[in-house]
Every structure is written in structure tokens, then in C-alpha cells.
């Protein structure tokens, strides 16, 4: 798409133009500031960006065993248990559950125990299937 | 429907506490949210990158 229309490009040359000159063409350009200083200034926009979204977001390891659902919200390479949260099977919690082309995404709206993540196709093996087993054993739908 | 609350595991004692409990049970360690350095950190942030910016594009 043309940045500037046609009448307004022949506008701009006209009072240029010599008596009986005629425009043949013309053509649009630009000179941007040095890659050095472009690249700089991209990574000062975006970097805040990524460590406040990094920094903002809390991780989260859900299992489900014989009597429960746990969640661990964890951080660090190791991760280091942070909160501990139980969900009882059979407990009928309005659990609200979609499952995506990429992620898996489970709603727990309990008001003492509230919890919502998503969960990527590619976190684990089986990885949807298995956070969307564990909220079906609470009151999901698988 | 309720069951038992969200717990805090205490990082001195590892001691799980109510969340919603301001101290640890055991050990007695005030909990405090992350977002009273995480907010603050991220502001700077950001006004440190837009500063360096402007100096770094400036005449």
C-alpha cells in the first residue's frame, strides 16, 4: 500500500518542477537510524516487557491422586513449593474447563480455594490431558 | 463445598500455614506479598529503560 496518494506526491513536486518539466515516476524511501541504534532501543522497549511478565507470572504443578487434587504453585528450577492448595475428589466444585489448539485452560471458582492457569500442549507429555483428568475429578468436564 | 484453605509453605521452617494468615504457625516469620518488591522493581524498570532511551536517542 502506497504511503502517500498520487495527487499528493505530484503536489509535492509541482512547485519544484520547471516551467514545461513533466513528472515521469517517482518513488518512495526512507533512511531509518543506524541498526545500532535501533536494536538498542527495541531491547529497552521490550526487555521490561519480558522480565514483568516473567516476574508476574506464577507457575503451577497440579496432581491428581487417589483421594486428591493438588496444586503446587512453585518457582525456580527446582521447584520450590510455594502455596499448597487441595481439592478433594468427588468435591462438585464449579470447575470450568476448554481445551484449545494450544492450551488447556481450568477455572476454579471456588472463593476459598480459587484457582485458574493454562496448560500447554508442549509442558509435559500428555500434559492438557492430564490437568484436564484432574479437573474432571473435580467437578470439570474432561 | 469448602475445603481445607491454601497454605503457605514457610520459606525459613518449610511449616504450611493459612495462607490468609499474616504470620508462619511455627515459626512465627512474617509472610510478605511478592508484589511489594515485584511492582516497585518493574516500575523502575521501566522508567530506567524509557530514561536510557531517551538519553541514548537524544542530540
Redesign the interface.
Known amino acids: 500500500m502506497a504511503r502517500y496518494k498520487e495527487s499528493v506526491v505530484t503536489a509535492a513536486f509541482a512547485p519544484h518542477l520547471q516551467p514545461g518539466e513533466t513528472l515521469h515516476s517517482h518513488a518512495y524511501g526512507v533512511k531509518q537510524p543506524s541498526m545500532w541504534l535501533i536494536l538498542p532501543l527495541y531491547a529497552l522497549a521490550i526487555v521490561p516487557g519480558v522480565v514483568a511478565v516473567a516476574l508476574l507470572t506464577k507457575e503451577y504443578l497440579v496432581g491428581l491422586t487417589d483421594r486428591r487434587v493438588l496444586v503446587l504453585r512453585v518457582s525456580g528450577g527446582k521447584a520450590d513449593v510455594q502455596e499448597v492448595t487441595e481439592y478433594a475428589l468427588g468435591e462438585r466444585l464449579p470447575v470450568r474447563t476448554s481445551n484449545g489448539s494450544l492450551f488447556a485452560w481450568i477455572t476454579i471458582d471456588d472463593p476459598q480455594r480459587p484457582f485458574k492457569a493454562k496448560f500447554h500442549r508442549a509442558g509435559y507429555p500428555n500434559n492438557r490431558e492430564n490437568a484436564l483428568a484432574a479437573a474432571a475429578a473435580i467437578g470439570g468436564t474432561a | 463445598?469448602?475445603?481445607?484453605?491454601?497454605?503457605?509453605?514457610c520459606p525459613v521452617c518449610r511449616g504450611?500455614t493459612v495462607?490468609a494468615h499474616p504470620h508462619c504457625a511455627y515459626c512465627g516469620r512474617r509472610f510478605q506479598s511478592e508484589m511489594m518488591w515485584?511492582v516497585p522493581?518493574?516500575i523502575a524498570?521501566?522508567l530506567a529503560?524509557?530514561l536510557?532511551?531517551v538519553l541514548?536517542?537524544g542530540p
Open positions: 463445598m469448602t475445603g481445607p484453605a491454601v497454605q503457605r509453605v504450611l495462607a515485584k522493581f518493574i524498570l521501566f529503560s524509557f536510557a532511551a541514548l536517542y
